[in-house]
């Protein structure tokens, strides 16, 4: 995994919690981490207290491959706010370790138009260092 | 009362008036007293007075913000019209902004309030003022003093996805992508509601309105155009919750409530829902047919929210007009969802040309058909069992109701 190079837009950022600050730090290390129950294995997201399936509170972070496909997607045209240059895709992948862990994203580096469902694409993060921030988005895999 | 009715706590209930007040693309009016007048307006027509009013229910409460999505909460009307209440409730977390209207129905059914004032205003036009869209979007004027995501927003807003004209967009693309839908499907959303607007001298946007226009409007988030997205207006809408007993004290024979759907199996979150061709309202529909006798088949009269066209389509399927992904044929030419049609739809121009009166407006028009008061735009042969469903995404309230049975 790298991360982007060149200008980085404008973005409304999180706020950075406890809970979430594995999810959007851990592109510092080029890594995309999600919440994982240490007693069956599930991955959670977006981050919780308890495990929705055996119901332990024995939760940990890890880091998943970053690769994805991708479920659903929109070219956005509406300049609702500042932000990448439109038109830009929305889209809600499905990291492939678990059919259920999803997250909304942008497809990037690839012409919206070629955007597909089904699609294979892996991780690439934005840095915003002076926020620590790094915002996941997706590129398609090689 | 039967045993069903027993049973089913809903048919305890009736529906004994509607109020509107003005509707206006920008009106720069007070909203309470747009709120107000619709709520009068209500109380008269169910024939009764201020002082029989015992409960209240809104949706989504009193709130500041998103600017204009909140007119008035429990507490301004009932300082207004200084209100003795046996029971009251305002939110937002409900099944759809018909929740509150639901909530009221369960509120007399209790025995907790005979006559329940329900209402929603909106001034989501005079908020926006001329700055567009962007002057009333969650994290729109951010770009100074270190706005932060928080809660479900924090998933999206990142993203650069503010709306949930994208969100829906995101699911509208998946159903075309699974059951080759298209876009001049869609288009006869949008073309009917025009058409019935063009007939309610309340509609914002009552021009004709072609395929040609819809189809060469610009596009806001792929597949969905200027065109599927409803307008933002101001105006207040309201409607009284009767217990079924007090019949008698009405000014003319109630709107009985058949049946209610509130259900929501998936997850909450917008992007998470197990479905991503179809939304909350498929757990609502389903339930709703659950409590009642009646059949898909046996509705005259379809008023479901198009907040976005797509959300029609889905509510199309939730509540089994047609098979799972078969709006799109379902929908196809027109004529089916036509005033004259099989199955009457948004008959008044939905919030796509009739205005963003944010879910209460369905209700309020379904009412209307059933009475046989909807003059100009009146369906042919005076409908008497007609749905209203509001909600999109994570929001999902639906209610069967029926006249004169």
New interface residues.
């Given amino acids: 995994m790298t991360t982007t190079t060149g200008d980085v837009p404008?973005?409304?950022?999180?706020?950075i919690t406890d809970r979430?600050a594995h999810f959007w730090q851990g592109g510092r290390d080029d890594e995309l981490r999600f919440q994982r129950c240490r007693q069956c294995g599930y991955y959670l997201h977006?981050p919780a207290v308890i495990c929705p399936k055996c119901w332990s509170k024995d939760i940990g972070v890890e880091a998943v491959s970053g690769r994805a496909e991708v479920?659903?997607?929109?070219?956005?045209?509406?300049p609702?706010?500042?932000?990448?240059e439109v038109p830009?895709v929305?889209?809600?992948v499905h990291p492939v370790e678990q059919d259920?862990l999803?997250?909304?994203?942008?497809i990037v580096n690839c012409a919206p138009d070629d955007v597909r469902?089904g699609m294979a694409v892996q991780v690439i993060f934005e840095p915003h260092v002076e926020d620590e921030?790094w915002?996941p988005?997706f590129e398609p895999a090689p | 009362m039967t045993e069903s009715d027993e049973l089913f706590g809903e048919r305890r209930a009736v529906l004994s008036g509607i109020g509107q007040s003005d509707i206006g693309r920008r009106l720069y009016r007070d909203p309470l007293e747009l709120t107000v007048d619709a709520c009068l307006g209500a109380i008269a027509d169910a024939g009764l007075n201020p002082t029989d009013i015992d409960g209240i229910s809104t949706y989504p409460g009193g709130m500041e913000n998103p600017a204009g999505f909140s007119g008035a909460g429990v507490t301004d009307v009932q300082e207004a019209l200084r209100l003795n209440l046996s029971w009251y409730a305002g939110g937002l977390e409900l099944p759809g902004q018909l929740g509150a209207v639901i909530n009221a129905i369960l509120a007399v059914s209790a025995g907790l309030a005979r006559h329940v004032l329900c209402f929603r205003t909106v001034f989501e036009g005079s908020a926006q003022g001329t700055k567009g869209r962007a002057a009333v979007m969650p994290g729109g004027d951010s770009r100074s003093g270190g706005f932060r995501a928080t809660g479900f927003m924090e998933w999206l807003l990142p993203f650069s996805a503010p709306s949930a004209a994208v969100w829906i967009a995101m699911f509208a693309n998946r159903h075309f992508h699974e059951y080759g839908t298209t876009r001049e499907q869609l288009a006869q959303i949008a073309l009917n509601a025009r058409r019935n607007a063009t007939v309610n001298p309340k509609a914002i946007y009552r021009d004709p309105m072609t395929m040609d226009d819809y189809l060469s409007a610009r596009m806001i988030s792929s597949p969905l155009c200027l065109f599927d997205c409803d307008v933002p207006c101001d105006g207040g809408t309201a409607m009284i919750v009767s217990r079924r007993d007090t019949v008698a004290d009405l000014r003319k024979p109630p709107i009985e409530v058949e049946a209610v759907g509130t259900a929501f199996h998936g997850r909450p979150a917008w992007d998470q829902y197990y479905d991503l061709a179809t939304m909350a309202c498929q757990d609502a529909g389903t339930q709703l047919w659950e409590r009642t006798d009646l059949r898909p088949s046996d509705v005259q009269l379809a008023e479901m929210y198009d907040g976005f066209s797509f959300i029609t389509m889905c509510w199309l399927e939730a509540m089994q007009f047609c098979g799972k992904g078969e709006s799109g044929p379902f929908v196809e030419g027109g004529q089916r969802i036509a005033r004259e049609g099989e199955l009457p739809l948004n008959t008044h121009g939905g919030q796509l040309s009739a205005g963003r009166l944010h879910g209460f407006g369905f209700l309020h028009e379904a009412c209307l058909q059933l009475w046989g008061e909807g003059g100009e735009r009146q369906v042919p042969g005076d409908p008497e069992i007609g749905v209203a469903c509001a909600g999109g995404g994570p929001l999902a309230g639906a209610l069967l109701l029926t006249r004169g049975r």
């Fill in positions: 404008f973005r409304i950022l999180p706020r979430n977006p479920l659903a997607f929109s070219i956005n045209y509406q609702w706010m500042p932000g990448p830009f929305l889209a809600i259920d999803r997250l909304t994203t942008n469902i921030v915002i988005l």
